[in-house]
């Protein structure tokens, strides 16, 4: 079984085909680069595999699975409460006026003990007796309009960028997507976010749990700023960084959930030769720390020269894959791709 | 690398020492109870506005929230009377809840939409309360609410110095909540939304759930703010306290100090609201003594100047400094 299935995936945007059934396997390990001309559905097709778009057909399965949200227990639960806090908030939302004269305002005489048993019971017999048509009709229709609502918006939500991030695929962007007001450190420390437990009340009350991960986190988030060569500017702001540097605190914050498949969109664009030399070095030692590969890249020596499988996409649709010798010997992806003879 | 936050500690040391050259009442402590009820709301704005990048035009429904809970639950014309600080608590949580229940579903909705539902939010709570009156009393608000007690002993509502050093005690806690929950995981997750929404979903964060938290929070605050604005007073006030150009006023808070800011909230808080409740007042009681003001003429009264003031602070701020006067800086960073 492969890390990485990806099933007949096509995409349509109205009339347009971007990315039109393509299949193909990634194995553990593997670094395995998509080429092809501009337009051909590659930033695409990586959207569809991280969630970003949902797939017209097709599917996308990791480990074997599919990554997406099963109905289960809790999504029956929390529509049953957002029914029965709909449905109540409907009924009082017309009702409130009344019972709480008869309950409340009735009941209280100013410095004298309130009779919480007499005011339920009065409140309760004018809830029951308010009319269907203003009581239980609303309350209905407030459940159904609440669960319907929790059910419509948990159907949008099955596949999610988040989802798929946290299953173990992290990404980095064509056209490098920072937090630049944020410290370089604090980039890492976003990417830690799936692996860090602290929640909104010890991050609060600083529980003891709150500086023990505060520890390991940011020495983790350094160790992973001096893999990619930026520890020295770990507390500068990343909007700071030169474009080449960038891109490799890009691939450090997308290491920092230790994911097992790490997609690079053109991860050299806008490089020169001697910065290639050094991102190639670099998607190796990722790939020898055991995360899987996937490369977007136009240029030519890196994806030879470091990938162990490649496929070619033109117009949307799958025309090749194979060892980079395979590729080259094949007369479609050549013309599709590296150019015809004499052209250079 | 923790920095000290010089600005805030500063401020907090002024603050705190300021009263003991004031005297025992005047102007000055109306100004400065107002500025701090407003810091409250500033920093539960920020934590939305500034730190998340959500466009919340709605905090004045907050406030008011937070008022008519704590004047329900306290005030003896109704049965429930737990006391000014359990109803202080309780205020904080309903406060909460109110502003996670407005967010589930409304946070799918993006800029500029966002905005216009809290704008209709804060309207509507107002003819809610306007119109809910065997509830809320209508225009007159709930009144008397409790003092807040300390033992056997309670601030009775002419110490003018008791209640500025409490509600500055109160401003304290806020930022410090802010601050820690600002350098952590919670705030990090809020600042990634605003930097940058995709590349934080794709980072793993859940956009919704992290968004309902950050509402969550800033209303929170607010109601803290407005309850603390309704014990000041011993009333609610009516509901038109709480309107459209309150939101506004926090909103110029936090952009005249620096979106994202603590400590810019903090001076915002003091430029806007003390220009409001110091500066114009002063300029109306000079003016009156001079002959020159002519209260039946809107214009020539300064009281009515603040909207055109607040207007020019704003141009200004966002012409010449755009990030406010104390913009966030870099934890960390050596500047």
């Not at chain 1, 988030?221 to 020295?232: I, K, N």
């Not at chain 2, 904080?92 to 905005?115: Q, R």
């Not at chain 2, 909207?307 to 050596?334: M, N, Q, T």
């Amino acid at each position: 079984m492969s890390l990485l299935e990806v099933r007949g995936i096509t995409m349509r945007f109205g009339g347009l085909t971007a990315v039109d059934d393509v299949s193909f396997n990634v194995d553990q390990g593997q670094i395995f680069a998509v080429i092809g001309p501009n337009g051909a559905g590659k930033t695409t097709l990586f959207n569809a595999i991280t969630g970003v778009y949902e797939p017209t057909e097709g599917s996308v399965r990791f480990r074997g699975s599919p990554v997406r949200l099963e109905p289960d227990a809790r999504l029956g639960l929390r529509a049953a409460m957002v029914a029965i806090l709909a449905g109540l908030s409907a009924f009082l939302a017309i009702n409130i006026q009344e019972l709480w004269s008869v309950g409340i305002a009735a009941n209280y005489v100013l410095n004298q003990p309130f009779p919480w048993g007499k005011a339920a019971g009065d409140a309760l017999d004018a809830a029951r007796a308010v009319p269907f048509a203003w009581g239980v009709l609303p309350a209905i229709l407030g459940a159904g309009v609440g669960a319907g609502t929790v059910v419509a918006l948990w159907q949008r939500s099955r596949r999610t960028p988040d989802l798929i991030a946290r299953a173990g695929l992290a990404r980095t962007f064509q056209n490098i997507r920072l937090f630049t007001d944020l410290s370089l450190v604090e980039n890492v420390l976003v990417g830690m976010d799936s692996r860090m437990r602290s929640g909104f009340w010890t991050n609060l009350l600083r529980l003891p749990s709150f500086s023990r991960e505060r520890t390991w986190t940011e020495r983790e988030a350094l160790e992973l700023l001096e893999f990619v060569g930026l520890s020295e500017r770990a507390h500068e702001a990343a909007g700071s960084l030169p474009y080449g540097h960038r891109r490799r605190l890009e691939i450090a914050r997308a290491l920092a959930s230790k994911p097992a498949v790490l997609l690079l969109d053109e991860p050299a664009a806008g490089m020169n030769p001697s910065e290639v030399v050094d991102l190639m070095e670099l998607i190796r030692r990722v790939r020898d720390r055991g995360v899987t590969v996937i490369l977007i890249e136009h240029h030519m020596k890196l994806v030879m020269g470091i990938s162990d499988r490649i496929v070619v996409l033109q117009y949307g649709k799958l025309i090749g894959q194979g060892t980079p010798a395979e590729i080259r010997a094949d007369r479609r992806c050549v013309e599709a791709y590296l150019g015809t003879e004499g052209e250079g | 690398m923790r920095r000290v936050p010089v600005p805030i500690l500063a401020y907090f040391a002024v603050m705190a020492a300021l009263p003991l050259f004031m005297g025992a009442s005047g102007l000055f402590y109306d100004a400065f109870q107002a500025i701090f009820v407003f810091s409250l709301v500033g920093l539960g704005l920020n934590v939305v506005t500034g730190f998340t990048g959500l466009l919340n035009l709605g905090m004045a429904a907050f406030m008011a929230i937070g008022a008519y809970t704590f004047a329900i639950l306290t005030s003896d014309i109704y049965p429930f009377q737990i006391g000014f600080w359990w109803g202080i608590l309780a205020t904080v949580a309903i406060g909460a809840v109110a502003g996670f229940l407005l967010g589930a579903p409304t946070l799918g909705l993006s800029g500029d939409y966002l905005a216009i539902v809290t704008m209709g939010f804060g309207e509507i709570t107002l003819d809610v309360l306007k119109n809910l009156d065997a509830v809320t009393k209508g225009t007159q608000g709930i009144n008397p609410l409790p003092r807040p007690t300390f033992g056997s002993w309670s601030l009775d509502l002419q110490e003018e110095r008791g209640w500025y050093w409490l509600l500055l005690g109160f401003v304290l806690l806020a930022v410090l909540a802010v601050r820690r929950l600002e350098r952590s995981r919670s705030g990090r997750a809020w600042l990634s939304i605003r930097e940058d929404a995709l590349a934080s979903q794709c980072m793993g964060i859940p956009p919704k759930l992290t968004k309902m938290i950050a509402f969550a929070t800033g209303s929170a605050l607010a109601a803290l703010g407005g309850a603390l604005f309704a014990a000041l007073l011993s009333s609610t006030g009516e509901p038109a306290s709480y309107d459209f150009q309150v939101s506004i006023l926090a909103l110029c808070i936090v952009i005249v100090g620096g979106m994202g800011s603590v400590a810019g909230t903090l001076v915002g808080a003091v430029v806007m609201v003390g220009m409001n409740s110091l500066v114009l007042v002063k300029l109306a009681d000079w003016a009156g003594a001079a002959g020159v003001g002519n209260a039946s003429n809107v214009l020539a009264s300064p009281n009515n100047w603040k909207y055109l003031i607040f207007g020019l602070a704003l141009i200004l701020v966002v012409r010449l400094k755009p990030d406010g006067l104390l913009p966030p800086r870099l934890e960390g960073s050596a500047s």
